[in-house]
Structures are given as structure tokens and as C-alpha cells.
């Protein structure tokens, strides 16, 4: 009996893997974070499924639990049942340099990490989140009633700490262009040090630094790890938003998390789904070429999101101030913490 | 005349004596019959659990398929397998070997992560030095900080009675933050990097890759070979040796090993090292043979799979691997579940914890298979 | 009430526990139950309380038969067991243990406790148990404690009650009171199941005795018409010898000499008082006294179990006031702990590993870092074999053996080795006649062999039997010395300086 019920399982399993290998399929391996992260593996996926909708490709992930699963969870997509590998997140950068070393024949594309010098069958997806933050920093700092604004961050690593920099940049340039004494806890972009909950994914940590921050006289923070804010954010929701604010980071968080949408003032966006829908696109095209990709404000790949439930406590004059420096960012006259 | 009957007579006693009782058919139950029915079990209520969740027949077959292949079905499924085992192997053995001496360390999580960064510090501190010695010498180096790192409960708990249990709890806390900050000094993190990662181990400092010449994506790599001399080498000390004796004695009957004159804190602090040298062991594999560097969290809890495993494996050597093995397998073989059927990983994860409580219990299983066991007969001497 | 059992058979295995027993138990009478350990007591009175069902045979209660399924049936049925270990809540009061799982309840479940206080008394009262209702257990003395596990059969309105091995926790004092509560029940009607392998216990308070050897009745009658001879007789299967055959003493050079030792408890109270004593080879010293007076610590110290705070200690003319326990053992101190099971032996290992349990590193068994199993188990045989160890192999875990054998296991390890020294604690307590006797006999070889022998016994018969001199330890100091050559001491002077008599006479 058993038999029979192999066998017949696994002509399933053969027809199964016959019809998913006549399609384009994407597949993506997430970080440890996982695939309901709230984060950028939740928003690199959606590119995929973006995909997978317009285009009718075939789409999967794989979950990876720890470190040492990176390199086991890109072998097992080898062998030609994915056309696209796309992996995701900063820590994922030796392991996909590795695999694509090795299978040169195989179109990799990594999220969040720039190859230095490039490698012909990876594309590098990067964003120049300062810039969004940028606005997020001169939002925050105009709509502060402490004068105090926080952030705190996952790990200690680049595509973590730009959104720091430019948050911070961002309400200096509100200071200096009104006069004010907006102060950031929890990050120096000179000595690159601060606030750091040290992994991706614990909410009590999230919940514990925002209340830190708050404690400190802090309104609104920008917590920048992940789904870690999550945990801030449900810290904010027992304060009341009078008390706290967040600002969400990667996807527009009154999406991802819409149990709690009303405590985003904003969300400052990393459109991986985008830059991972442009690179399916290219390899479907056969445009696929190995380098860079970097999302800016002038191209779409990072932005503000929509302020929904503080559209009207937002004051008209502090929105267009904010539309007047994205111009200024775009077309070169304003430089980042120049 | 007299005396020479009696001579034959004692001899004939003590050949008696002496003859090997047989392999009964109740070790044989507990040693083979429950843990292939706890594994049956496990999956049917696994199945059970996918069914509640929405997946539907066909994939839960189809999964189950994708488990038997991922980890015993193709070369790559065995090499994968072994490979995640190695470490558990190692870390596990010095877990079973602190239960037989009485000591529930938890600590094997930061003795692991210590003693694999010290591996990697040694190693690329050394370019210079050739393989097999760079290897050597940093497997070596982890063994030994894995040691020092333990023997801070042995000797906490020898001096002061202070409970291992509480004080490796908190050495693994301390653990995690020490490794961070290692990974930050100047000396030890990547050029380049502001995120704690260590530089990479160099070739000469690498377990070398068993398979590769005959496809460069098997990992399996030479701590394969580790891990086997470990189980001989534990089996030996705790079965063969005097201070094996010593150590399983005192995890025993505590009171009777210090009747008989056995010092209770050498014990305890030779039987925490030994299990600190294996979890540094195990580190060392995981950096030398797979890793390549240390991060914060390249334990990937490790060190308290390996608690599990223990106590599946019974704490005896060849148990461990078994245990070892098994547990590669499913994580070898939930991988391939995740690619083949698109079942959630957190399902291995489910049904990792119900083979372990199959197995810690028997008498379920006893329970819910009767036919598999011979019949019981209640009580004991009369 | 009246109960018969009838052609009962267990069986477990291949082992007959019990074969074809046929017993009658009658209110208002004591049963006195005879046999070795393992002989089938335990077995049959665990059927009859419902534990086990048997095999083949019935059970009658008041003429009808009876079935039960398991231990509450027995109780339902009025058959009550007192067990040797207690089952007592330490932190709890007599009354709370009592209605422990009969809790008498008001409304909404809360507990009655005033009334369980009431009905405790009474029973109290009625059988003349003078058990104080609300002192909490661990407060208790044994004797008392095992008057409480009685009141809680009482509670339960048992009409029989068994006791297995009552009086092996007893002093002889509190032996004295036991009986009288037993006959008090007897004479309320209660059927009364006394399971005992002392004989002169069985004769003093049984109006029935029957003997059981090897799960089979051996032998049936009435005290009158019975002796301790004719019983062990019936229980072992041989003819005993009661008195230890033994030479006089031939005292030599002193092979332990203490001088002034106090040994402290956590508070700083003397748990030792100025203990000096001396042990000369070839001669058996027997430290008489009531439980916990002092007799375990002076062990310890010996052994070198427990630090002395001052003091000194010499053995066979060396000062071992500091020595390890390992290195008094290695210069030939043998020791047979107090508690064979706690202290003695590993009950999960084998028997080969218990018998190298404090030598396993000397060079006989050891190559290297690595012990050689293949002479530890050649000599494991050897001490069995000269020991009478009866197990089928020296690969099985020590604790499938019988308590005797256990115990004789214990023995062979210490005396097998080149000794001066023997420190015997309690070495016969709960075996059987068969086994005490042949314990006994070895301790005098010992003697003969020119050892020292340091006996600590309750057992004031074994103390009177064996020893060449008798110390009495009261309060944590030896307060009378008594000349035993040939048996020469005072019974009854010994029994007063034990009671502390000896004290109030100095004082």
C-alpha cells in the first residue's frame, strides 16, 4: 500500500515540477527575518507576486532559518528550475557572490548590497534611502511637540544606517531652515554610532527602545529594523498617537501592518517590490545585464508614503516645503548632509 | 579430590557469571522500535497539523515525498544532511556526556559561538602556517576556548554549589553581547564592514570540501571525520575510561560516587569542560567547514537543538549521532519541502518537537502502537 | 470481618511469586506473615489489596468472592495496607494527611478541616493512638508517623489492616507501644496482617503464624507450639544458627585511635562531643545507641566523609585527621555505609561496576587512562562466587538483585580487599536471617584475619552478638564502655546508657 501511495505521489510530484519548469519563475530566498517580516523580504516578495500577476511567471520563496542556511537554500533553486534568483538583504552578500561564482550560467539579483567591482550575472539593488528619509527627518522635525525625535536601528550595517543619516540630515535642515532646536536621540551620522537592537526580529526589543526613546522625550521615532517596529508601533498604539508617533520603514506600513495603521505619520519607502520587478522584467526580456540598480526619489525606488490618517493634522505649508526640497533633491541643488 | 571438585564447581559459577546476558527484546524496543514509531507518529500528527492549517492532500504528500528525498534521496540530500549534523553531533555529545555526570549545562549555545570565533581569530591570525596544521590548530583553538568558557559553571558550581543550569543560562547571555563586541574590534572585523563580522578563515584554515571535485555546490566537508572520532572518543571515555567511571557514577548515584571516594568537584569540572571542548568543537566545524566567518548569531541555536538531541540520542554516543542524523535530515529535508511543496519551514520545526515528545515518551507511543511491542507484564519482584 | 484466599498463583514471567497460597484472615486476630525477602509476602498483600490480580485463585470476603481491579477496590472493600515506606506530605498536618483524597468538603468544595480535626480525634481516642492532630509530619518521630499512616486505614474504615514490616523503623522502645495499638485494634475486631522476618516479633504478638519460603506456604501454627528455631526453619529452609560462632578476641596493636574529635552542624551545634576511641586489630568494637545520637557522624568522620572541626584521627599509626576518602581507603579502610542504597551502590550500573566502585583506578583494573573491563568483570565473578551473590550475571544492573544480595555485594567489595579496618554500619538491617548470618560470619573473619571491626548497629541483639567491646553513644558523645568478652555484658545496662540513663546517673 505504502507503495502504491509513493509511486502515485510522486508522479504528482514529477508532473508538478514538469509544468513549473515550462514557465518563467522568480524565486526568491529571504533572510532570517522571513517572508512576513513587515520588512523588505515582505516587500522584495511583493515584487515578485507584483510579477507574477502581470506577467503570469511563476514565483516561490524559500525561508532561510539561520546563516548557514543561505548557501544550502541557493543550492537547492540551482539546476534550472529558477531563471531569476533573488535574494535578499545585506547579510545574504558573501553567500550570493558564492553561488553565482559557481553557476555563472544562473541570473542572480541580490537586494540591498552593491558588488564592488560587479559580477556579470548579478544585478545589485540598491537605494539611496537617505533621500526619502531626508524628507521623513524634515517631516518629523516640523511636526514634533517635544522638539525630541528618535530612531533606532537593527544592526550596525549601511542599508540600515542611511535611513539614520538622512532622517537626521533631514530635521538639521528644519532647524536651520526655521530657526528651530529639533534634536535626534539615538543616532550620530558623524561617528556612525547609536541605537541598535541587534537583531531583525525581536518585538520586545522594538517595544523596549521606543520606549527608551519616549521616555527621553521623544514623539516620533523611525525604527529601522525590520519587524522589530512592530513592536514600537504597538507601544504607540497603547500611548495614543498624541503621545507617539512612528514612521515606518521599507513598505508603506499602513499596509503591512494595518491593525495599527493609524500610528504611521508616514512610512519612508525602499520600493524593493519595484527594483525586483524591473530586474523579472530585464530577465524576461533578455535585457538582463549584471550590475547596478539604485532607487532614488527621481526614479521611484524610494519615497515618502502618503501621511492617510495625518493627511489633515499635516499643515499645507509643511507639505509643500517637503514637495520643494524632493524638487531640490531630483534636480541636484540639495545635497544630503552637504 | 575434594578440592578439585570444588575448584571445577567455582569455575563453572563464575563462566556462568561471566556470560553475556543476551540483547533482550526490551532494549531492542526501546533502543530501535520506539523512536521509528515516534518518528511515525510525529508525522501523522504533522499531517494532521497541515490539514488544520489548509493544505490539502495532494501537498501534504507531495511534502512528505519532498522530506524522504531532501534528506536521504539524492547525494546532495545526504551531504546536506550530514553537513547540518555535524555540528549537532558534537555540541550534542558534550551535552549527553554532562547528563551522564549529573550536570544540565544549557550553555552549550555560548561555549559553541566562543569557541567558533576563536577558531576563526586563530585562523586567519596564522595565514601563514600550512594546511592541515592551520586547520588543526583552529579546531584545536576552539575546542580549548569552548573549555575555558564552560569550566567557568564547573568551577562556579564545584566552589560554590552555584546550579549549572542558572549560571549557563547566563554565560550564554553573556556570550551573545561578548561576541558582538569582539566582532567589532579593529583586529577582528571585516575591512570594509560597520556591521560585526569577522574576517574571513583562510584556506589553509578551512575543513576541506569532501565532495566538490565531483559537484561544487556538496558542502560536505571533513568535520565529518570530526564528528566521527568524537563519538569513538566519547564512547571510549565514558565506557572505557577511569575518569568516564568517575564522571557516569557521580551523574548516577552522586552520594554512593562520594562513598566511594570520587571527588565531586574534579567531576564536575572535567565532565563541564569536556562538554565545553565538544561545543567549541562544534563552533569550530560550523566557521571552518561551512561558514567561513563568525557573525552574531552563526550559532542558529545550535547549542539548544543539541539539548534536544541529547536526550533523544539517551546521552550515549552512537545514540547522539543517530539523534544527529536524524535531526540533518530534517533539516535537509524540510528545505526541500519548502521548494517542492511550499510548505512553511515552521512545520519541521513542529514536527522536530513531536518526535522528541514521542520519544520522551514511550509509554505513549507503547499506547498508541500496541502491536509493536511485546506484551507487558505489570510489576516487578516479588 | 473474614477473608480467605484461595489457591492464589502470581506469576510474573517465569518467576512464581506466589504458588497455590491458600490463608485465612480472621477479625479480631493477628496473622503474623513470616518469610525471607522475595519470598512472595509483599506479592500476596499486594493482591489481596487489588494492586496485582492474581493469576489463578480467589478471594473470599465474609464467604463471598471477591474481584478487584485495583488499589481502591481494596480499600472499598475494607482491606487496608500500611506500607514500610511511609506515603506522608511532609509539609502537611496529621489531620491533612488523613483525609488526604477523602478530603470531608462544605459547599463549593472548601475543605473541611475543622471536622477532619474531629474525626481524627476520635479515632484516636478510640484505638489509644495519641497522634496531636495538627503538629505537622515532619515535626513527627518515625514511630509516630507510622501511626499516622494506620489512622489514615482507620479513616478509610478498613476492617483489616496490613503491615508490612511494621517495626523495621521502630526503636525497641517504640516496638513496646506498636504492639499495644495493634492489640487494642485486635481486640475492636479488626483483622490485623503482621508481615515481619524478625522472629521473636512474630511469636510476642501473633495468634496465628504462617511462613512463607519461595512463594509457596511452608509452614502454619500458633505461637504456643512454635520457636525461633523451628520458624527460621520454615522460612530458610535450613537449620540456623542464632548465636555467631566466634573465638575470643585477640586484641592487637590499635589500628584506629580517635582522640577528642568535634564535628559541627551548619548551626555550630557538636553533632560529635569529644570523641576519642580506640579499635584494636582483631577485635570487633560495637558502637551501641539510638538512632541519631551521634552514631553517622562518628562514621563520617572516620571515612573522612565530613570535615572534623578539632580533633585527631590516627589509623594504624598514621594521622589521617585530613586524608581523603579515597586515600583512608586505599590504605586498607573498608567501609559498609548505613544506607547500602543511597551510599553503597549504583543500583543502574551492573554488578561488575559496583564491585570496583572505589577501585576501579587502582592498577589491578586500570591500563593507563582506561579500565580494564575484562579483570573487573573476572573479579566481579570471583566476589560473587565467594561471596554468595546470587544473580545470573555479573552484567546485570545491581538493583534487580534482592536486598541480601545487594548488601552482600556491598560486603565483598570491602572485605575482598587487603583491609585493617572494617567500618560497618548497620550491616544487616532489613535482610533476612540467611543473609545476616553469613554477614556475620565474614565481619568475624575479618576479626580473625586481624582486621579492626567498627560495628554500628540499633540492633542491640547484634551489638550483644557480635562485639568484643561495646561503646554507647548518647547526645553525640560515647557515654558507657561494657567488656562483651563471651558475651559477658549487662543486656539491661547496655539498654539504660542507650536511653540516656548512664547520663542522668553522672549528672
Known sequence: ?338 | MMDGKDLKHVNEDMRKLLARAAFGRGDFEDLFVVPVFAVVAALVLGAVIMLATGVDLPTIGQSFVALAVGSFGSLNAVSETLTAAIPLVLAGLGLGLGFRAGLFNIGAEGQLLLGGTAAVIFTFSFPSLPFPVLMIFGLLAGALVGAAYASIAGILKATTGAHEVISTIMLNLISFRLLEYILRQPYIQREGRSDPISKSVPEAGQLPRLLDWFDPNLRLHAGVFVMLLAVVFVWWLLFRSKIGFAFRASGANPDAARYAGMRSGLVIVAAMATAGALAGLAGASQVQGVLGRASPGFSAQMGFDAIALALLGRSHPVGILFAGILFGGLEAGGRQMQVDAGVSIDLIGIIQALIIVFIAAPLLVRAIFPWGFRKETKGGKA | MDVELRGITKRFGAVVANDNVNMVIRGGEVLGLLGENGAGKSTMMNILSGLYSPDEGEILIDGKPVSFDGPGDGIAAGIGMVHQHFMLVPVFTVAENVVLGVEPTKRLGYLDLKKARAQVDEINKKYGLHVPADALIEDLPVGIQQRVEILKVLFREADVLILDEPTAVLTPQEVEDFFSIVRSLKEAGKAIVFITHKLHEILAISDRINVLRQGRITGEGVPESLDEAKLAEMMVGRPVSFTVDKTEANPGRAMLEMTDVIMLDDADERLLDKVSLTVHSGEVVGVAGVQGNGQTELVEAITGLERVASGKIIFDGEDITHASVRERHSRGMAHIPEDRHRDGMISTFTIAENMVLNSYYEPAFARGMAIDWASVQKTAAKYCVDFDVRTPSVFLPAGNLSGGNQQKMVVARELERQTKLVIASQPTRGLDVGSIEYIHARLIEARDEGDGVLIVSSELDEIMGLADRILVMFDGRIVAEFDNTGGKADRNAVGLAMAGAHEGAAA
Open chain 1, 1 to 338: 500500500m505504502t507503495f502504491l501511495t509513493k509511486t502515485g505521489l510522486a508522479a504528482v510530484l514529477v508532473a508538478g515540477s514538469v509544468t513549473a519548469a515550462s514557465a518563467f519563475t522568480a524565486c526568491q530566498v529571504t533572510d532570517t527575518g522571513g517572508i512576513d517580516d513587515a520588512g523588505f523580504n515582505q516587500t522584495a516578495w511583493k515584487g515578485v507576486q507584483d510579477s507574477m500577476a502581470e506577467y503570469g511567471i511563476e514565483g516561490r520563496f524559500l525561508e532561510s532559518q539561520a546563516e548557514a542556511d543561505y548557501e544550502a537554500n541557493l543550492n537547492s533553486l540551482l539546476g534550472g528550475a529558477c531563471d531569476v534568483i533573488i535574494t535578499v538583504g545585506f547579510l545574504m552578500g558573501d553567500a550570493t557572490a558564492t553561488s553565482a561564482a559557481a553557476n555563472p550560467d544562473q541570473k542572480y539579483s541580490i537586494v540591498d548590497y552593491a558588488y564592488d567591482p560587479t559580477i556579470p550575472n548579478v544585478v545589485g539593488q540598491v537605494y539611496a534611502t537617505d533621500q526619502a528619509a531626508f524628507l521623513a527627518g524634515y517631516l518629523a522635525a516640523g511636526m514634533t511637540e517635544t522638539g525630541v525625535l528618535g530612531t533606532f536601528g537593527g544592526i550596525n550595517i549601511p542599508p540600515v544606517t542611511v535611513f539614520m543619516d538622512g532622517f537626521v540630515h533631514g530635521a538639521n535642515h528644519y532647524n536651520s531652515v526655521h530657526g528651530t532646536d529639533v534634536t535626534v536621540l539615538g543616532w550620530n551620522p558623524e561617528s556612525q554610532e547609536g541605537l541598535f537592537t541587534g537583531n531583525f526580529d525581536s518585538l520586545d526589543d522594538g517595544r523596549a527602545f521606543a520606549q527608551n526613546l519616549y521616555d527621553e522625550g521623544a514623539d516620533i521615532i523611525m525604527p529601522v529594523a525590520g519587524p522589530v517596529g512592530l513592536g514600537s508601533a504597538s507601544l504607540a498604539n497603547e500611548l495614543g498617537t498624541d503621545e507617539l508617533k512612528i514612521i515606518g520603514v521599507d513598505a508603506d506600513q499602513t499596509q503591512t501592518d494595518p491593525d495599527r495603521a493609524h500610528v504611521y505619520l508616514t512610512s519612508v519607502l525602499k520600493r524593493m517590490d519595484a527594483t525586483v520587478q524591473a530586474v523579472i522584467k530585464a530577465a524576461m526580456d533578455d535585457t538582463f545585464e549584471g550590475g547596478l540598480i539604485v532607487g532614488t526619489l527621481e526614479n521611484g525606488g524610494v519615497g515618502l508614503a502618503p501621511f492617510h490618517s495625518f493627511e489633515d493634522a499635516v499643515p499645507a505649508e509643511l507639505k509643500a516645503e517637503i514637495e520643494e526640497i524632493k524638487a531640490a533633491i531630483i534636480d541636484g541643488s540639495l545635497t544630503i548632509g552637504g
